[in-house]
Structure formats: C-alpha cells, structure tokens
C-alpha cells in the first residue's frame, strides 16, 4: 500500500497535479541542478569515479527522472536505470535524449524486468530509494540476483542524525518513513546476501538546497578529528555480493 501511495503521488507531481511539500519537482528532480550543484561536483563526482570501474555495466534501481542516469555514464561502460513511476521514464528519456548520451537507457519496471534477468551487472546503485519502499527487503534480494559473482551494491540514503534532513522528512509525508530507518537497519536487510566493504557517512548535499543543510554539512565534515561526521546529511554503504 506505502509504494502504490508514493507511486501515485509521484505520479501526480510530474503531471503538475500536486506540490511536494518541501522540495518540489524542478529542484530535486531537475538535472541541471544537480550536476551544476557544488557539493555533487565534491563528492559525488570523485565517490563514483573511486567506486566504478569503465568497463563496468550498472543499474541505477530506482532512478526516477533518471537524474543521475548521465552523470553515472560519465564512469562506467554502460548504465540501465528503471522505476516504477511511469511519467518519470518519460522525463529520463528525454533527458537522455537531450544530453545526447549514447551508453544510458530507462525503462520502466515491466520491460526492465523482461530484459534483465539474472547476473547482468558490476554494480547496482540505489539512490534515495529504499525509505520509500514498502518492502526494502525485496530490492536487496532482486539487487543481488542482478549483480554478477563479484558485483556490487552501492546504497546511498538520507541520514536521519542530521537535523535539518530530520526536520525536511518529518514534515513531507513521502519521505516520513526514513525516521524509522538507520544504519542498523541497512546492515541487517543486507548481511544475508553481501558483504559490507565500506560505510561512512557522506557531506552529500542536493534536493533540498537550503542553506541550513548546507552550513551543516560543513560544519560536520571540518569539525576537528571528525567527531560530528555522524550528522553528515547522507550516509552510504558499499557491499559485495555473496554468492
């Protein structure tokens, strides 16, 4: 029922039907923002250039307007976002389209789940995706059944330590779920199928542009010894596959 909801509510937002409550369409889901935002050109640039190889073949699980879809085709040999939203295929397509990228695809679910069966990639990517599933669990499973021998899992999520993401989740209903989420609870959903080789958290800054997120996310990264990088707004995870 919590995936049928957000699926009709993004669904609603493309079509210009509904407003999100904090971070409305052009800002999160815009790609000029984002590949023109700072902190992505930081740390989101030089953390897929360390985690993916060229020759590597990656799914982005969840890929909405399909956002990151040309900037992760900057890193590896190809890339293959899908989702169940079906206006936010339509906008991947035709940003992919329009940025000209040749080694980017989207498809929705249904067609996705026809091409790709089983050990297709080097890496599967899931981005702000797993807070707003009903079932998490599911997508850790259908990640590994995706990923080859040697694949790897890249989670990254809102982390809800930092106040200000705490605040902008609090008060949009769609994004709510992630108060109940920790880095306990990524770890635990995984361990059955992967391995964890790296955790951190991450000074990673876009959708919400306000400066309270921002002034934070300093403030965590260049406090002395690196006590307070607990409140980094994002945290992520890097597994291998056990198979």
């Not at 306990?184 to 959903?189: A, D, H, N, S, V």
């Not at 995984?190 to 919400?208: A, N, T």
């Not at 309270?212 to 980094?232: Q, S």
């Amino acid at each position: 029922m919590e995936d049928k909801k957000n699926n009709q509510f993004y669904a609603s937002l493309v079509a210009g039907e509904v407003k999100r409550n904090i971070v409305g369409l052009q800002k999160r889901f815009s790609y000029e923002n984002i590949v023109n935002n700072p902190s992505v050109q930081k740390y989101l640039f030089p953390f897929f250039g360390k985690e993916l190889k060229y020759s590597d073949v990656v799914c982005d699980y969840g890929c909405g307007a399909g956002t990151f879809l040309p900037i992760i085709s900057t890193f590896c040999k190809e890339v293959h976002g899908f989702d169940v939203v079906l206006p936010f295929i339509d906008l991947a397509k035709n940003l992919i389209k329009n940025q000209n990228i040749k080694n980017a695809y989207a498809y929705d679910n249904i067609v996705f789940n026809e091409i790709f069966k089983e050990n297709c990639f080097d890496a599967v990517f899931l981005n702000d995706v797993l807070h707003h599933m009903e079932d998490p669990q599911e997508a850790i499973f259908n990640a590994h059944k995706l990923l080859k021998p040697e694949g790897k899992l890249i989670i990254v999520e809102p982390n809800r330590l930092n106040p200000a993401i705490f605040i902008f989740h609090a008060l949009d209903s769609n994004e709510r779920k992630l108060l109940k989420l920790g880095r306990k609870y990524y770890e635990k959903i995984c361990e059955q199928k992967f391995k964890i080789l790296r955790k951190d958290w991450f000074p990673l800054v876009y959708g919400p542009s306000s400066k309270l997120v921002l002034v934070i996310a300093e403030i965590c990264e260049r406090f002395p010894f690196k006590l307070l990088r607990w409140g980094d707004p994002r945290l992520f995870y890097i597994f291998k596959v056990n198979k």
